[in-house]
């Protein structure tokens, strides 16, 4: 037979996936693949070379890694303006809040 053995993100980039989705069928058993040392491989029939240079690809997993860093960060970022929110909230307000009902 002929193909090749992609990984998860050559399969994914060719078939136009995205990266969850191929390791849902994975799991799935609708792709055939192997694993080797920890990472997986899909078996592709037909596989055309694409003329996509390696520059490219790690600028696509760059810019993926970057905005799961800044999603992380916003986060973070809402947290902390919550926490600041309380405690200066606290340093004005007269009265105590009210306790917290003991049936919860």
């Known amino acids: 037979m002929e193909g090749k053995w992609l990984s998860i993100i050559e399969y994914a980039n060719f078939k136009k996936k995205s990266i969850s989705t191929v390791r849902r069928y994975i799991k799935a058993n609708r ?9 997986y491989f899909i078996f592709c029939k037909n ?9 490219s690809m790690e ?15 916003l986060e973070e970022i809402s947290e902390l303006k919550m926490l600041v929110d309380l405690y200066e909230g606290s340093k004005t307000q007269s009265k105590p809040l009210p306790s917290i009902p003991a049936h919860l």
């Open 31 to 39: 792709v055939k693949f192997k694993e080797e040392q920890g990472k």
């Open 47 to 55: 596989y055309v070379e694409q003329n996509h240079n390696d520059e």
């Open 59 to 73: 600028l696509k997993l760059e810019n993926i890694r970057l905005k799961k860093e800044n999603r992380a960060l």
